[in-house]
């Protein structure tokens, strides 16, 4: 073998060596679980995604014969299983009345995305027998009337609320069973289920009494 022979070969057997360190220490890498090793720390995501596929097969209900949706105390959800009515504009309804309860079936028109021939097809479909006064959440003098005691009522009674179905109700009664009682309104976030949209409307209806 000549020197140059030499030189080359070991060359080749350093850079082979040096590679293998490479890779060796690569694959030796502390690597973070995907996911953590606590599967305590999963029910959170568990519960969420089974509120999520409840929702979506709720929405996909059709309406019974003879049955109607009352637009100013139904769940988003419920509110989406009406014609022509989607997530997005179910959510745009719940907003509308949040401002100003609809009276009549014609102020549903305000809502952006509801054009007189939507309004056609919902309304055979549209409860407004008993609307809400447009100060519902306030008596004289702005004191607080009628409101569920969040920390007190069971799952039927939470039921009341707008968009709190059966599912969410008894979610917020097993929150309130395991972490204790609500002191303030942003409590209920931690409710699998109660985002901020469904918290500014069951604000003004609760209390957080003992």
């Known amino acids: 073998m000549t020197e140059d022979e030499r ?32 599967t305590a720390a999963y029910a959170g995501l568990i519960e969420e995604t089974r509120a999520a596929v409840e929702d979506q097969e709720r929405r996909q209900v059709p309406l019974a014969p ?9 769940s988003e959800v419920e509110l989406a299983r009406l014609p022509g009515v989607g997530p997005a504009l179910a959510s745009r309804i719940a907003a509308a009345r949040r401002a100003t309860p609809f009276q009549r079936s014609e102020d549903l028109l305000d ?29 004289a003098g702005g004191a607080d009337v009628q409101r569920v005691a969040v920390n007190r009522v069971g799952a039927a009674e939470l039921q009341a609320l707008p968009g709190i179905g059966p599912a969410l109700a008894e979610r917020i009664v097993a929150d309130r069973t395991l972490h204790g009682a609500f002191d303030v309104p942003e409590d209920l976030l931690r409710v699998p289920g109660i985002g901020p949209s469904t918290l500014e409307a069951i604000v003004p209806m609760v209390s957080f009494a003992r």
């Open 7 to 38: 030189r080359a070969a070991l060359w080749a057997a350093a850079v082979l060596l040096l590679a293998s360190l490479v890779r060796l220490g690569w694959e030796m890498r502390p690597v973070d679980p995907l996911l953590p090793a606590d």
């Open 66 to 74: 003879g049955e109607r949706i009352d637009p100013n105390r139904a």
């Open 111 to 139: 809502v952006p995305g509801v054009g007189a021939g939507t309004l056609a097809r919902l309304a055979e479909y549209l409860d407004l027998d008993d609307p809400p006064p447009p100060s519902s959440g306030t008596g």
